[in-house]
Nanobody
Framework: QVQFVESGGGLVQPGGSLRVSCEAS????????MAWYRQAPGNERERVAR???????QYLDSVKDRFTISRDNIRKTLYLQMNNLRPEDTAVYYC????????WGQGTQVTVSS
């Protein structure tokens, strides 16, 4: 079955930057619209950013102009560059397909705190 492995999270101070990555396997990655999601404690999982198979992107309003989603179809890897991080960005970050996401990975923890 399809597998996603997220990495790159960590502890960062407010205003700092992180880049998280997601390696996909057992999927024709280039064919799929992909997305980054996040879930903070006590909250529902929300979609943060999406990228189409052709590279068009959209963002949650609260991360617009701070986060950038990108993809490398050769490496089957999805990226999320996060700049000017805020405490409210603290969450576990996951990648998955945009449509019918399933087979969730373990995610990568991003903590923004001074």
């Amino acid at each position: 079955q399809v597998q996603f492995v997220e990495s790159g999270g960590g502890l960062v101070q407010p205003g700092g930057s992180l880049r998280v990555s997601c390696e996909a396997s057992r999927i024709v990655f280039s064919h799929y619209d992909m997305a980054w999601y996040r879930q903070a404690p006590g909250n529902e999982r929300e979609r943060v950013a999406r990228i189409s198979s052709s590279g068009n992107t959209q963002y949650l309003d609260s991360v617009k102009d701070r986060f950038t989603i990108s993809r490398d179809n050769i490496r089957k890897t999805l990226y999320l560059q996060m700049n000017n991080l805020r405490p409210e960005d603290t969450a576990v970050y996951y990648c998955n397909t945009l449509a019918n996401p399933a087979h969730w990975g373990q995610g990568t923890q991003v903590t923004v705190s001074s």
